[in-house]
């Protein structure tokens, strides 16, 4: 990414927020040689674990592995299977299309004639919504299961979610009207944002610009408070991860002041991958894959609301509800932020290493002193 | 990208192994093209040092500059033989050899006072500073916390000095005797 030193400087300082130690997650052995007793020739010349260290890195990563999709398998290509299989996508196709006439034909009167009822038309839209959420789900053959009691509106409360896809919305969406915090996107996606979504009560950000965040979580409070709005949705990691693991939550939605309900969200990949690699793919050729494969199989589970403990930090609020939801879903944790998808890490981690080198060193040459 | 492996040859396969000695075996070969096309992500046939930069793990080492100077523009044969110093069949001398080969930037088989004290600074950052002393409080004696006057004195133990130009051997008699772990394991699947 062409990013401007001030760019990269702020999306640093964005990252340098205080986070659970790293050195947690990451296997244990300090990465630089830590001298015993007197300090020799040999403990400085000896760079082997920092470059064993590079070297494991490029050989295989915990962060490229998160975004890693597996390729798509054909299954369908034989004389009794591939007919079946056409018949299928054009019957899906026509599934979508009704759903869309449907949707059309009573959500753009109901949005303009009942423009002075707002609470009638408010329910009506947010029926209309999960409507034709269910139309979607029902094109890609969509078997989902929803464990855990139904999320209830209440003021003060947010949900998030581990995040996989765009699609998670639309799963989520098709049972309870939820309002979500989403990132512009160009194209007919973004005609949808700003058209449909809007009447479900959707927050914007921007990720490229540096001050937005401080505007979004204004208006994440905003929402949250409103007694009227629907409940809020966020995906607190930022990005779209693949399933088996989950990177770290953005302190964002833990800061609120409200109780936090953690969905988990687990797709069967013997049906479909649901990954969505924005690197790769499109959206638009996702949701095509999607349409085109077997199934979409998932289940859900609406997890015990949490609350903010006496003396817990929002970082380690955050980290909790990440423990619960990845258990839940079966996703191995990694200490990284999805956001280095976009951006460099910030030199505090370089910065660790070396002070813990130059200690050992220090601490090496006192031995003689004394 | 689809499956990678299909793309390489038995008749490939067996090149790249002769030309890092054996280092590794056939499976990890096609697994090491997977994950060279992997990082090569506009596939231009060498990983560009923003596709290295782009893995957080190495960008965080304090050594990964130095390593990129020496990964820049690598074909997957060279990639391979870069890699091979790593594997659990490398020999001590081929090990010590490698970390010559990130002292001596200069390629001309010395290692020089300033090649080390460079690596030290990159491990050290601004931890250990330019000229400044400070004070033991206790002893009253002058601490060092230079990194020239730390490196020259352990040179100077060591029976060298600020002018010695290390050799390979050298690294051998200092490094062979320590027993050196530098060995990364290549996932296959």
Known sequence: MNSSEGKLKSSSSELDLDRPNIEDYLPSGSSIQEPHGKLRLRDLLDISPALTEAAGAIVDDSFTRCFKSNPPELWNWNVYLFPLWCCGVVFRALVLTIGWIIFLSCFIPVHFLLKGNDNLRKKMERALVELICSFFVASWTGVVKYHGPRPSMRPKQVFVANHTSMIDFIILEQMTAFAVIMQKHPGWVGLLQSTILESVGCIWFNRSEAKDREIVTRKLREHSQGADNNPLLIFPEGTCVNNQYSVMFKKGAFELGCTVCPIAIKYNKIFVDAFWNSRKQSFTMHLLQLMTSWAVVCDVWYLEPQNLRPGETPIEFAERIRDIISVRAGLKKVPWDGYLKYSRPSPKHRERKQQSFAESVLRGLELEEK | ?189
């Not at chain 2, 280092?23 to 290295?52: P, T």
């Not at chain 2, 390593?67 to 391979?80: A, P, Q, S, Y």
């Open chain 2, 1 to 189: 990208m689809g499956n990678t492996s299909s793309m390489l040859t038995q008749y490939d396969i067996e090149e790249v192994q002769q030309h890092c000695n054996n280092a590794f075996s056939q499976q990890e070969i096609v697994s090491l093209y997977e994950r060279f096309c992997q990082l090569d992500r506009n596939g231009g046939g060498f990983v560009s040092g923003e596709e290295f930069l782009s893995v957080p793990e190495f960008a965080v080492n304090p050594l990964s500059q130095r390593l990129l100077r020496m990964l820049d523009g690598l074909n997957f044969k060279e990639f391979v033989a870069f890699l091979s110093a790593f594997s659990p069949r490398a020999t001590v001398q081929q090990k010590i050899e490698f970390i010559f080969k990130v002292y001596d930037s200069d390629g001309n088989g010395k290692v020089t006072f300033n090649d080390m004290l460079d690596v030290l600074h990159d491990l050290t950052g601004q931890f250990i500073s330019e000229q400044q002393s400070e004070v033991d409080l206790i002893l009253e004696m002058p601490l060092f916390t230079d990194c020239k006057q730390v490196l020259t004195k352990v040179l100077e133990e060591a029976g060298y000095n600020k002018e010695s130009l290390l050799v390979m051997s050298d690294f051998v008699k200092i490094l062979g005797s320590s027993g050196l772990k530098m060995e990364v394991e290549v996932p296959v699947d």
